[in-house]
């Protein structure tokens, strides 16, 4: 059973694959990446490489499922407008590649909870939590804060692994 | 010139199509409609509609300029977040289908001061002057609240027309 998770945005957007075996309920690392887009290109253009890039992993990858992070209450209603936009075509390309009864949703508290234990946890303790349950992943980082970036995403695909494993034992 | 305005919506999304004389400035109906997504239906389904129906509206049309109702500040950003998620995928239905520089944004204040002279006009208002510029747009309308739908995408495209006069006379 494999798991894409994302982290969805327009100048970043997070993504993280993992594998998660219905046997023995081993997870595994599988790949992690960043789209990026220039702060300079337009808002259209951006929309347009982060879908283009999310059905290109669908098809690389086959998920079997897709798993992305919720908006909590921003401050900053600019961020909501912008990260809303990015989740709508991310919701489009899952919806396009067959997965829309397979997108799973998480709040940033039940992302932080599954991989630290504490919904109140801060960013640098997730990542570190990360690194832990996949130090490959952190080790083949090229650049410094590339590790960081899919992090999130990589957290928000273990929220769905443990949701998974919940309902299994159900 | 051809403008296709847009209201944004994942339940209900209007559109509307005036032609624009370069020659006399003069602008005339086309065409309007809403896209409608059952509620039953989930967000993903509603995306993958809206997205699809925008970019057929788009080739059928042919326009050279599409105007957008940008979002102002409302109080409930689960709204906010559902209205942003269908701008995203409007928003990249343009750019895939070559319209990406020729989108223009409008807020409901500007929208409001085109059609009836006043940024604090209320909707009915709205409404009424778009009747009467385009009374064939009101008469065409099967359904009671048919025309209501489109009347703001409507308003929106009499937006871009009127800042497109203004930049033709600069």
């Known amino acids: 059973m494999r798991i894409l998770g994302i982290d969805p945005g327009t100048a970043r957007c997070g993504w993280g694959v993992i594998d998660v075996s219905k046997h023995d309920g081993r ?33 690389e990858y086959k998920p079997d499922q897709v798993s992305l992070e919720l908006l909590f209450m921003f401050n900053n209603q600019k961020t909501v407008m912008k990260i809303s936009e990015a989740r709508g075509v991310i919701l489009l390309a899952c919806g396009q590649n067959g997965l829309k009864d397979q ?30 349950a996949f130090p490959e992943a952190a080790v083949s980082s090229g650049k410094k804060d590339g590790f960081d970036d899919a992090a999130d995403a990589l957290a928000v695909a273990m929220a769905r692994f443990h949701k998974y494993i919940e309902e299994e034992i159900k």
């Open 27 to 59: 997870v595994t690392y599988v790949k992690h990446g960043c789209i990026e887009s220039d702060k300079m290109i337009n808002t259209q253009d951006r929309l347009v490489k982060v879908h283009r890039n999310i059905c290109d992993l669908i098809q």
């Open 103 to 132: 997108t799973y949703e998480y709040t940033p508290g039940q992302v932080k909870l599954a991989v630290t234990g504490s919904g109140r946890a801060d960013k640098k303790l997730v990542v570190e939590e990360v690194k832990k």
